[in-house]
């Protein structure tokens, strides 16, 4: 299992990348300028469902700094981090702040809840893709893929992989 402090320093690393790459990065609270070559995301391209149905975008979060975790059940590394998820949006979720834990299960709502309820994850919300759009969109290469997101939309920093 990843734990919490692995998973900070993995956010504090993106943060830090920020900061060395911009600037301008801290341009009040969590406002960054995105590193080199990044780019605004498409964000109301980025479709999906909440855990009750209702159809969302990445658009929804604007305003907030969003740390956006392309996962999936049958990914082991995806599974060994959401515990860890789980802790951070529990200690810093809120409204500066969201860990987005988006799945491309093709099984949608139902295996997402399963899985939250089998592994006792209790502080992440539901988002389901199950069309895996978003890997497309976002050209994502593979789960997990976490990416960083400030206030405005923008692209902080990406990261594949477990750590």
């Not at 911009?22 to 995301?41: D, I, K, N, R, V």
Request: proline fraction near 7%; aromatic fraction near 10%; charge should be positive.
């Amino acid at each position: 299992m990843t734990s919490l402090s692995q998973i900070l320093r993995r956010v504090a690393a993106l943060f830090f990348f920020a900061l060395l790459s911009a600037p301008a990065c801290w341009a009040g609270g969590f406002s960054f300028t995105p590193y080199p070559g990044a780019h605004s995301l498409p964000l109301s391209k980025v479709t999906f469902e909440n855990g009750q149905g209702k159809r969302m975008t990445l658009a929804d979060f604007k305003g907030k700094v969003v740390l956006l975790n392309i996962w999936a059940t049958w990914c082991p590394p995806c599974v060994r981090e959401m515990p860890t998820l789980d802790k951070l949006q529990k200690q810093l979720g809120g409204k500066q702040f969201a860990v987005v834990p988006l799945s491309v299960d093709k099984g949608g709502i139902f295996t997402v809840k399963s899985f939250y309820e089998d592994n006792f994850i209790g502080n992440l919300p539901i988002y389901v893709d199950p069309t895996t759009d978003v890997l497309d969109t976002l050209n994502i290469l593979g789960t997990p893929t976490t990416v960083l997101i400030d206030k405005q939309g923008k692209e902080i920093a990406r990261t594949m992989g477990p750590e």
